[in-house]
């Protein structure tokens, strides 16, 4: 019964979601995003909170999809979530839709904006609408100071604040 009343609020919550108008990056090579990213920070999240060595692998598929792995330790176990997404904005590759593939839920799609990338793809920030998620990564399982702390002043500008960000441990 917890399960279904979570699953309810869940849905809830995402299509009461209106599309904002956030600002994503000019423009996300798509073949040189591809890979795995390590998630350096969160603004936390029921699936996340609490999990360590938190990782995204991306491949893209021959249709154009994109097959994301979210792999992660949490509550002393491994964890894996499969997600299928789709690009929304060609003309930039920077706004997806992702939808989960395992565990499934049918008709929802969540947004996926990239709003901050570094020119030699070596950290990224997703932005989600409301400020209400957002996810700080890397293609190393550390980040510098500087460079996380520059990332936290320059979402000022998304209207996040740095407080909302919490830090995932790295083994």
């Known amino acids: 019964m917890k399960t279904i009343i979570a699953i309810f609020l869940l849905i809830?919550?995402?299509?009461?979601?209106?599309?904002?108008?956030?600002?994503?990056?000019?423009?996300?090579?798509?073949?040189?995003?591809?890979?795995?990213?390590?998630?350096?920070?969160?603004?936390?999240?029921?699936?996340?909170?609490?999990?360590?060595?938190?990782?995204?692998?991306?491949?893209?598929?021959?249709?154009?999809?994109?097959?994301?792995?979210?792999?992660?330790?949490?509550?002393?176990?491994?964890?894996?979530?499969?997600?299928?997404?789709?690009?929304?904005?060609?003309k930039s590759n920077a706004e997806w839709k992702i939808q989960m593939t395992k565990p499934y839920i049918p008709l929802m799609k969540f947004p996926f904006k990239i709003i901050l990338l570094d020119d030699s793809y070596k950290y990224m920030v997703v932005g989600y609408p409301k400020n209400k998620m957002g996810w700080i990564m890397s293609r190393e399982k550390k980040m510098d100071l500087n460079v996380y702390e520059n990332i936290l002043e320059d979402l000022k500008s998304f209207g996040y604040s740095p407080e909302q960000f919490v830090l995932i441990e790295h083994d």
């Not at 920070?41 to 598929?61: C, F, H, M, Q, W």
């Not at 154009?64 to 299928?84: C, F, R, V």
């Open 12 to 90: 809830s919550f995402i299509f009461s979601q209106k599309n904002d108008e956030m600002k994503t990056v000019e423009y996300v090579d798509i073949n040189q995003f591809m890979g795995k990213w390590f998630v350096i920070s969160i603004v936390p999240n029921r699936i996340e909170s609490g999990a360590k060595n938190a990782s995204d692998t991306y491949k893209l598929l021959q249709d154009g999809s994109i097959d994301i792995t979210y792999e992660a330790e949490k509550d002393g176990s491994k964890k894996m979530i499969k997600q299928k997404g789709t690009i929304v904005d060609k």
